[in-house]
Antibody, heavy 118, light 107 residues
Framework: DVQLVESGGGLVKPGRSLRLSCAASGFTFSTHAMNWVRQAPGRGLEWVSSISDDSDYIYHAESVKGRFTISRDNAKNSLYLQMNSLRAEDTAVYYC???????????WGQGTLVTVSS | DIVLTQSPGTLSLSPGERATLSCRANQSVSSTYLAWFQQKPGQAPRLLIYDASIRATGIPDRFGGSGSGTDFTLTISRLEPEDFAVYYCHQYGSSPTFGQGTRLEIK
């Protein structure tokens, strides 16, 4: 079975940092692009960051550019999101998403909650 | 960035009825890189449609997607009780974006 398990969420003060991890299993991690998508409480989905299968291409939403960094380790089947200078508006459930659109292969984790509050 | 606007915001229908959900982009979506997701409370989204019209694995054929360019539609031919949820369109070209969602509720 495909599994994407996020970890690293929690309560953090504004201006501090947090690192999210996502452990993947049950599919060929190295052939999928990986993404972070977030959802603020009671709100819609917001794309945050993407990284290509070989890490050659990295994209971040304007709202997090310069503060968040996405990375992956194909040897460990793991995805990461380093979040610096956190703001209250970054409060959300962060989902790890694997995508290989050509084949319609898209998998979501269950999400990890990040709360930024003093 | 491509802005996706979904309509209506809320759709109230009864089981057995047909649902038509719209997603309009402010500029052309490249190569029909348009998907639809379904999300139920407390759950992660589930892929229904990709490339505008291709059903994902395991998705019932009552779900159908159509459109190109800037106008896309998700149609659910006959609503089942489990179809009442929030639906999001998503363009997955460079700089991906989501629509704001359409809530499909039981009338």
């Amino acid at each position: 079975d495909v599994q994407l398990v996020e970890s690293g969420g929690g309560l953090v003060k504004p201006g501090r940092s947090l690192r999210l991890s996502c452990a993947a299993s049950g599919f060929t991690f190295s052939t999928h692009a990986m993404n972070w998508v977030r959802q603020a409480p009671g709100r819609g989905l917001e794309w945050v960051s993407s990284i290509s299968d070989d890490s050659d291409y990295i994209y971040h939403a304007e709202s997090v550019k310069g503060r968040f960094t996405i990375s992956r380790d194909n040897a460990k089947n793991s995805l990461y999101l380093q979040m610096n200078s956190l703001r209250a508006e970054d409060t959300a459930v962060y989902y790890c998403v694997a995508s290989r659109w050509y084949f319609g292969s898209v998998y979501w984790g269950q999400g990890t909650l990040v709360t930024v509050s003093s | 960035d491509i802005v996706l606007t979904q309509s209506p915001g809320t759709l109230s229908l009864s089981p057995g009825e047909r649902a038509t959900l719209s997603c309009r982009a402010n500029q052309s979506v490249s190569s029909t890189y348009l998907a639809w997701f379904q999300q139920k409370p407390g759950q992660a989204p589930r892929l229904l449609i990709y490339d505008a019209s291709i059903r994902a694995t395991g998705i019932p054929d009552r779900f159908g997607g159509s459109g190109s360019g800037t106008d896309f539609t998700l149609t659910i031919s006959r609503l089942e009780p489990e179809d009442f949820a929030v639906y999001y369109c998503h363009q997955y070209g460079s700089s991906p974006t989501f629509g704001q969602g359409t809530r499909l509720e039981i009338k």
